[in-house]
């Protein structure tokens, strides 16, 4: 079964800072998806970034950038400028290309940017 | 704009009640989920569903049941509600296939609160 383990419960950076949140996933999949997911204070979770496995490139969307490291298993988030609208709990999941497209959490970081 | 609801952003009830918690998608999705969050667990599914009448057990199918009778509509019940199902629920929605991504849309939530 996959896992997905973030271990940093909360994170605090001052606006304009560089901030980066881990995650590691375990899966017995050679294909496979990972996310990060972000949902500010009382609002809608939305897809940050994705990242195929298959593909070593690792993604950029504007400021959030991916580190994949395939081969360790780490699928760590970097946010540049950080701005206070970033504010919010970070969701790293995975999800297998086969089978039941159901994705697996870990357990989250909240990150706060201080002004 | 792509839209999941879900009918209540706040309920309170009764330990013994069944709860009926409705989420409905407008993007034509065929996979629809149903988590659960929690501080420190992160997102747990409940059920999936993969298509109109189909279900499927997530990691937590205990105490609860659901129903997809339209493509649009999935609803989460819990049978007799206890203390310990106080949460979080996400409903989330996705395009089947590989070809997609599977990126998931997520609702508001609704924050369940037993007594």
């Known amino acids: 079964a996959q896992t997905v383990t973030q271990s940093q419960p909360e994170m605090s950076v001052q606006e304009a800072e560089t901030v980066t949140l881990s995650c590691t996933y375990d899966t017995s999949e050679n294909n496979y998806y990972l996310f990060w997911y972000k949902q500010p204070p009382s609002r809608q979770m939305i897809l940050v970034i994705r990242?195929?496995?298959?593909?070593?490139q690792n993604a950029t969307e504007n400021r959030f950038s991916v580190n994949f490291q395939k081969a360790a298993k780490s699928f760590s988030l970097k946010i540049s400028d950080s701005q206070l609208g970033d504010t919010a709990m970070y969701f790293c999941?995975?999800?297998?290309?086969?089978?039941?497209?159901?994705?697996?959490f870990g357990q989250g970081t909240r990150l706060t940017i201080n002004p | 704009d792509v839209k999941v609801t879900q009918s209540s952003r706040y309920l309170v009830k009764r330990t013994g009640e069944k709860v009926f918690l409705e989420c409905v998608q407008d993007?034509?999705?065929?996979?629809m989920f149903w988590y659960r969050q929690d501080p420190g667990l992160g997102l747990r599914l409940i059920y999936f569903?993969?298509?109109?009448?189909?279900?499927e057990k997530g990691d937590i199918p205990e105490g609860y049941s659901v129903s997809r009778e339209k493509k649009e509509r999935f609803s989460l019940i819990l049978e007799s509600a206890s203390t310990n199902q106080t949460s979080m629920y996400l409903c989330?929605?996705?395009?089947?296939?590989?070809?997609?991504?599977?990126?998931?849309?997520f609702g508001p939530g609704t924050r369940l609160t037993v007594l």
């Open positions: 993007m034509d999705h065929e996979n």
């Open positions: 569903s993969y298509d109109v009448k189909m279900k």
């Open positions: 990242q195929e496995a298959y593909k070593q």
């Open positions: 999941a995975s999800r297998d290309i086969q089978g039941a497209q159901k994705l697996v």
């Open positions: 989330a929605s996705s395009f089947r296939g590989t070809i997609q991504i599977g990126e998931q849309f």
